[in-house]
């Protein structure tokens, strides 16, 4: 089988719009050109090279008039020259101009300058022709002893590589650079000898570092980078020299580069499970976290130190260090606060709970101080992590609740939804907390700002009033909300006492000098009107609301009010006059505002719904009864009962579901011994992080089931050519989603795309040799080839796999054109082409599972631009299995709890989120409906409402649900008796 997969060691971006110069163009340029000419006429000679072009003719041009010139940016380019040209003829034999490049390049590496010494034996490590190589190791190794480092360096990494390919052309390069490492100075010198030595003899690796360890902090951190991988391979792969070396890692763990610490950290959790050792790590991982800039490194090492948490013995460190962790709050990301929220919160206990309340306080004094879109989520964050502390520890709630009460008139009605949504759980569930709350909201109610909070806050009130003093408190302060009673008369009479003057204006005479033509001074008289807001402009808030049309808070209040109302009845059973008295008064005021809706003062009519809501409120206080306190009351308490305890049994779930899992063990169990494991087996926490992180990094790290959407890899290979085809094709696309472990060294932002490595196999299945196999690929969408491949030659019954990356940069839909043209050895005819099937992207790569509150995905239903309305057609016809076979098909998860699913109904309604890796978001609700419900096979009818940010991620994924629609297959046929009619037909055909 001959290889298609050829190093490449330089990109070199080539316009699509280039073109090209003649052959006899480039001969001249070379042979008559100064250097500059030369420069432009070898930069085009490169690009033809990788495009295929044949430029054998131009070699000895380039020898002759190339080679000789002192020009240093001509020398780099032939550098890159030498590279990408053929060296061999079609037999595979060393082109003889390789001779006299070869005798240049010894000359190059005696020449006196370090540059191009140094470049000369960088260009060497890409050589794969021992021919050309075997010339120059006299000069090679005599580069060793150079003066210059720039020179050192690279002649080490020139003698790894000729070791590593060539190991008979320098069979003592382990002793040659181990005498090299001890007598050298420089850091970037011994780095690359050592790292030599860790690939190529262990041994000698470990006699130096043996002979060094009490220096090693010393020592750069490109060294210490290395030290750390070789304990960390050797010890595992030996367990017994754990103890040898392990005090080095300790040590390490003090040094001033972060990669250094960083990878150090990693290294003693993989060797030691004991608790010094991971309060060690951890305390370096926090320390990396606060002190980092970038959010990227935090979000890694913050990363890291959840996956400390996975062990029981790291789970009980980390408890001990959660105000430690909470500093990492002073980072500005958002997603760094919610991740440090989220780790603090499962980590924290009844010891230290109260100074993460206090701190929590703190943050949140600190960012009622901000207005900025992050701030606002932030202050989100903070209120859901107190709200969930005060549930599990109900002793820290009395320090909490006026802490939070304050929020309710935030500009953000989301923070103040939470902050509603802690209070209503609290006076539920901690009674003796109940006259603290309700105290707080009597104080604060008149200045609440948004009408959903306001009435929300009401009928917490009137629900939890539990004395005569409260309820009427509760009262005077609705009473003083809606302003003067009746609002219709009391507005018309203050519209009465303005309509002779102009509202909200008054006349003001300003004198001011002037200059006139001649140069003597004036003055000037005029008449200004001012804007000036009377008193009556400033409303009570409920009246405000009322007037501005929102009359759904009328009905809500009356909802309140019947329970306000009950409750009195229920403290004063025994008194009819003050029941009648305090309902007559809420009547009064409920019929005052259905007046104003009927009235048209408001912006808005009230609804007719609205109206029948409230006029039901006031027939029910009219005709008070027993009844009326078991619905108003116990019912009411019941439901909000089982409503909380729903969301707090789905949210023990959640948290404590890995947990459970991770802390039952089974009593028959196997104990693994570490001593008595096998090399390639990983005990708890020591795999092989080095090789999991380049594993990851390549795409061939074993995925985990979140990420693992298909079965299998056959599933997924495309056909792209016949079998009668001279040139059989078939495709599989391999998604890589990067590690990016190594930018604690050299810090990148998180790259907004992904890379896809399409894998094509190739056969030839013609009787001759096919020369030139080229795969030509072109794109259409959000997508982009990011290098060519390499054309190659297939022998008859010969095959290759060729490889190509293409950038993704979003989840529209993307279509990869393809073709294969080669020439047939020995004819004359013109280059042949055999055209390809159309690959598809399929996003279901780029896409998982996303996970949001009632309150986030209602946000983002509202914001979300793109709307995509797919109507369903299935042969499905449980309503419940629909919303799961969805689910599978779009990884989106179901966001509506279990118990709203359970049960049989002849409807169902759903919603579904999923997060792409491109950050994007899409959510979905589903409505369907059974045509007849009485029926098990009557069809499903209904609706898909995808919405996302991005077009392309809603019609992309309408897209793959019709599809998945079209290949669901029915049930089969059921084979019915035959008729009389039919059974005679059958008998007349017999005898025919």
Known sequence: MSSAEQSCYTLIHVPTDTEFPSEQQLKEKLEKGDDKARVEALKKLILMCMNGEKVQNLIMFVIRFCLPSNDHTLKKLLLNFWEVVPKTNPQGKLLQEMILVCDAYRKDLQHPNEFVRGSTLRFLCKLKEPELIEPLMPAIRQCLEHRHSYVRRNAVCAIFTIYRNFEFLIPDAPEVVSTFLDAEQDASCKRNAFMMLLHV?????????????????????????????????????????????????????????????????????????????????????????????????????????????????????????????????????????????????????????????????????????????????????????????????????????????????????????????????????????????????????????????????LWILCTFADTNETILQVLSLVKKSLGELPIVESELRGSEGQENVVPGTEEKKTVRPMVTADGTYATQSAISSSVVKREGESRPPLRRFLLDGEFFIAASLATSLSKLAANHAKLNSQKKKQINLLNGQLIFILSSIVHLGKSGLAKTNMSDDDVDRVMTTIRVLADYGAEMEETMIQKTRASLDMLLSQKGGEMRVGESGERRARDRVQADKTILFTQLAARGDAIGGTENMFDLSLSQALGTANKTAKFDFSSSKLGKVIQLAGFSDPIYAEAYVNVNQYDIGQSLLSPLPLSDSSHSVLDVLIVNQTGDTLQNVSLELSTVGDLKLVDKPTPCTLAPADFANIKATVKVASTENGVIFSMISYDVRGAASDRNAVYLQDIRIDIMDYIVPGNATDAEFRKMWSDFEWENKVAVHTSITDLREYIDHLSKVTNMKILTPESALDGSCGFMAANLCAHSIFGEDAIANVSIEKANPLEETSPIHGHIRIRAKSQGMALTLGDKINVAQRERKGPKPVALPPTQEVEEGMEKLAVN
């Not at 130190?305 to 709050?329: F, N």
């Not at 604060?444 to 009435?455: C, D, E, M, S």
């Open 201 to 457: 003899d262990q041994a000698r690796a470990l006699d130096f570092l043996s002979n060094c360890i009490e220096q090693v902090t010393t020592f750069g951190d490109i060294l210490q980078l290395i030290i750390v991988e070789l304990i960390y391979k050797v010890c595992h792969a030996n367990p017994m020299e754990r103890q040898r070396f392990i005090r080095c890692v300790y040590n390490l763990l003090q040094s001033s580069s972060g990669a250094v610490r960083y990878e150090a950290a990693g290294t003693l959790v993989t060797l030691s499970t004991v608790p010094a050792a991971i309060r060690a790590a951890a305390t370096t991982y926090i320390e990396l976290i606060v002190k980092e800039s970038d959010n990227n490194i935090k979000l890694i090492v913050l990363d890291r130190l959840i996956h400390l948490r996975q062990s029981s013995t790291g789970e009980k460190v980390l408890q001990e260090l959660v105000m430690d962790i909470m500093r990492v709050l002073t980072a500005p990301g958002l997603e760094v606060r919610k991740k440090t929220l989220s780790l603090a919160l499962e980590l924290v206990s009844s010891r230290n709970v109260e100074d993460m309340v206090m701190f929590l306080k703190k943050e949140i004094a600190k960012s009622g101080n901000e207005n900025a879109d992050d701030a606002s989520k932030y202050r989100q964050e903070l209120v859901k992590t107190l709200h969930t502390a005060t549930i599990k520890f109900p002793d820290v709630a009395v320090s909490i609740v006026p802490v939070l009460m304050e929020f309710l008139s935030d500009e953000s009605e989301q923070v103040s939804s939470y902050v509603l949504q802690f209070v209503r759980e609290a006076i539920h569930k901690l009674p003796h907390l109940r006259a603290t709350i309700i105290s707080s909201l009597l104080e604060g109610l008149l200045f609440i700002q948004k009408p959903k909070i306001l009435i929300a806050s």
